[in-house]
């Protein structure tokens, strides 16, 4: 069975499935998806959630292992596979088939791949597994299906938007659903009637007038152009360069925490919620570990903090907007190209 992410919350009106395919990468909308799969599994009993990143052939004894096997407790499992590259191998697909036609009784498996294009779907493999399994494609809304969207998801907060805000959003938004999200999650704290275009352009910030903390989650779900983007348009506002760099290294340590305990084997759902990461910023952070930052990565991000605090006061020759530059895009995993046309004074 297809569906759309529309069709989704009505889907679960009806008994679990027992194999669900996360297809795309629209991150945001690809997030939410799964998040609200694991809320509908957990408020059915399957409490015991588990995900194992699939690198290789190797680690499918351990899904079935995982799978097969009864939990402690009596709780079910919702087993989440995250697949190298967003792709199945020959064995991966095989696995699903069988599975599909064979389901482990303790066990819901949701597996996170890549976009699904049209010749993937009529292959004979996939319209096999197709019979037994809950097919999720997710593709990037079009500038003409954003308004649309906006507008759902605001009267799903009981926020109601007049037509000509709807549009000035979507305009202001860029495309960006994470920004989207969390403006509209601002005007619902607010309890307005209603909200018209002259109401919304005196309580938002217009997403082309960004801040520090703009340019920090852009950074961390590896967005380079759009990082570079805010960098330039805070160095001509005459932003203060040590405001940048406080937001950078508030993240940072947040980070660094998280590391230690991911290394633990804590799960990075648990972190969050422990350490209260609002839910527009997970999504980044997600991306930024799965980019593989280590321990090491953010020592030397650290490092290049000081630098940059350095050459702000003084202490060091440099040029500061420079740094930044070299900063933001290594968070976002972005090797600096450094030239005459990078952020400079």
Not at 111 to 128: H, I, M, P, V
Not at 184 to 209: I, N
Not at 329 to 338: H, R, T
């Given at each position: 069975?297809?569906?759309?992410?529309?069709?989704?919350?009505?889907?679960?009106?009806?008994?679990?499935?027992?194999?669900?395919l996360?297809?795309?990468?629209?991150?945001?909308l690809?997030?939410?998806?799964?998040?609200?799969?694991?809320?509908?599994?957990?408020?059915?009993?399957?409490?015991?959630?588990?995900?194992l990143?699939?690198e290789?052939?190797?680690?499918?004894?351990?899904?079935?292992?995982?799978?097969?096997?009864?939990p402690?407790?009596?709780?079910?499992?919702?087993?989440?596979?995250?697949?190298?590259?967003?792709?199945?191998?020959?064995?991966?697909?095989?696995?699903?088939?069988?599975?599909?036609?064979?389901?482990?009784?303790?066990?819901?498996?949701v597996?996170?791949?890549?976009?699904?294009?049209s010749?993937?779907?009529?292959?004979?493999?996939?319209?096999?597994?197709?019979?037994?399994?809950?097919?999720?494609?997710?593709?990037?809304?079009?500038?003409?299906?954003?308004p649309?969207?906006?507008?759902?998801?605001?009267?799903?907060?009981?926020?109601?938007?007049?037509?000509?805000?709807?549009?000035?959003?979507?305009?202001?938004?860029?495309?960006?659903?994470?920004?989207?999200?969390?403006?509209?999650?601002?005007?619902?704290?607010?309890?307005?009637p209603?909200?018209?275009?002259?109401?919304?352009?005196t309580?938002?910030?217009?997403?082309?007038?960004?801040?520090?903390?703009?340019?920090?989650?852009?950074?961390?779900?590896g967005?380079?152009?759009?990082?570079?983007?805010?960098?330039?348009?805070?160095?001509?506002?005459?932003?203060?360069?040590?405001?940048?760099?406080?937001?950078?290294?508030?993240?940072?340590?947040t980070?660094?925490?998280?590391?230690?305990?991911?290394?633990?084997?804590?799960?990075?759902?648990?972190?969050?919620?422990?350490?209260?990461?609002?839910?527009?910023?997970?999504?980044?952070?997600?991306?930024?570990?799965?980019?593989?930052s280590?321990?090491e990565t953010?020592?030397?991000l650290?490092?290049?903090?000081?630098?940059?605090?350095?050459?702000?006061?003084?202490?060091?020759?440099?040029?500061?907007?420079?740094?930044l530059?070299?900063?933001?895009?290594?968070?976002?995993?972005?090797?600096?190209q450094?030239?005459?046309?990078?952020?400079?004074?």
């Amino acid at each position: 069975m297809k569906l759309t992410p529309a069709q989704l919350e009505t889907h679960f009106s009806q008994p679990l499935g027992k194999l669900y395919l996360v297809c795309g990468d629209e991150l945001f909308l690809v997030q939410e998806a799964l998040a609200l799969i694991r809320q509908k599994a957990a408020a059915k009993g399957f409490g015991d959630r588990l995900r194992l990143d699939i690198e290789t052939d190797a680690d499918l004894d351990e899904i079935y292992s995982h799978a097969y096997t009864p939990p402690l407790l009596g709780q079910k499992r919702l087993l989440e596979l995250h697949w190298k590259g967003g792709k199945l191998s020959k064995s991966g697909q095989h696995f699903l088939q069988q599975y599909g036609l064979k389901p482990s009784p303790y066990s819901i498996l949701v597996n996170r791949l890549g976009k699904l294009d049209s010749k993937t779907e009529q292959t004979q493999w996939f319209k096999a597994l197709e019979k037994n399994a809950v097919v999720l494609s997710i593709w990037p809304l079009s500038q003409n299906q954003l308004p649309d969207w906006i507008q759902q998801r605001a009267r799903a907060q009981n926020l109601r938007l007049t037509p000509d805000a709807v549009q000035r959003l979507a305009h202001l938004v860029e495309g960006n659903l994470t920004a989207a999200a969390q403006e509209l999650e601002k005007l619902s704290l607010l309890d307005l009637p209603s909200v018209d275009r002259a109401t919304l352009e005196t309580l938002l910030v217009d997403q082309g007038c960004f801040n520090a903390f703009d340019l920090v989650d852009h950074a961390l779900a590896g967005n380079g152009g759009q990082v570079l983007r805010i960098l330039h348009y805070l160095q001509k506002e005459g932003a203060e360069p040590l405001m940048i760099l406080g937001a950078f290294t508030y993240e940072l340590r947040t980070l660094v925490k998280l590391a230690k305990e991911l290394k633990q084997g804590v799960a990075l759902t648990a972190l969050f919620a422990q350490y209260r990461v609002r839910m527009g910023k997970q999504a980044g952070i997600r991306e930024f570990f799965r980019r593989g930052s280590s321990a090491e990565t953010l020592f030397s991000l650290f490092l290049k903090a000081g630098e940059i605090d350095r050459i702000a006061k003084g202490a060091s020759p440099g040029n500061v907007w420079l740094a930044l530059e070299e900063l933001s895009l290594a968070v976002a995993g972005i090797v600096p190209q450094l030239s005459s046309t990078g952020v400079n004074g």
